[in-house]
């Protein structure tokens, strides 16, 4: 069980904008350190899509877009894309940790 | 052009030793951390823990501490990752990656499969 907690699954219709939640506490995204986004297409390594909560490497779409509010970020996905169906993951540093540590992912289907 | 080239599949027997590589190229090697993360089959991705190659410091996840080797020879722009005692639950994708805060350049993976 991660300390950074994500729906597991997610679905929208193309054209239609969903988001995907990363809910933390106090000792990680609450106590100021930045969310990370990644996208994993089946099959293949993560991609970086979110870095400090809301930018985007040069590449990604300004579909994604990220955000931050207390103990819990956001991954937004505005447009569905077939080709967006995947794993995403959020990321944040812990305190409690000397290190990162991964959301349990989230599976976007795409209908 | 950034890359992270990781060494190719292995199969190895419980108990067995093995040491995994990942090959960065277009920037400068010493200069950013790299970090290893691990995926077992149907999993989410974890952190294992990240070096710099510079000086060879070195930060672990406490759920891998001890349990494997992260090391670099800036020479070579190589980073590894290594087991000395393998166990069937090591059977993963291990991706290396560059950075420490985030990861924006990963490399493709490399397979570990440990079955007697």
């Known amino acids: 069980q991660s300390v950074l907690t994500q729906p597991p699954s997610v679905s929208g219709a193309p054209g239609q904008r969903v988001t995907i939640s990363c809910t933390g506490s106090s000792s990680n995204i609450g106590a100021g350190y930045d969310v990370h986004w990644y996208q994993q297409l089946p099959g293949t390594a993560p991609k970086l899509l979110i870095y400090?909560?809301?930018n985007r490497p040069s590449g990604v779409p300004d579909r994604f877009s990220g955000s931050k509010s207390g103990t819990s970020a956001s991954l937004a996905i505005t447009g569905l894309q077939a080709e967006d169906e995947a794993e995403y993951y959020c990321q944040s540093k812990d305190s409690s940790l000397t290190g990162s540590v991964f959301g349990g992912g989230t599976k976007l289907t795409v209908l | 052009e950034v890359q992270l080239v990781q060494s190719g599949a292995e199969v190895k027997k419980p108990g067995e030793s093995l040491k995994i590589s990942c090959k960065g190229s277009g920037y400068s090697f010493s200069n950013y951390w790299i970090g290893w993360v691990r995926q077992m089959p149907g999993k989410g991705l974890e952190w294992m823990g990240v070096?710099?190659?510079?000086?060879?410091?070195?930060r672990f996840s406490p759920s891998f501490q001890g349990q494997v080797t992260i090391s670099a020879d800036k020479s070579i722009s190589t980073a590894y990752l290594q087991w000395s005692s393998l166990k069937a639950s090591d059977t993963a994708m291990y991706y290396c990656a560059r950075g420490n805060h985030y990861f924006d350049y990963w490399g493709q993976g490399t397979l570990v499969t440990v079955s007697s």
């Open positions: 070096i710099y190659p510079g000086d060879s410091d070195t």
């Open positions: 400090g909560n809301s």
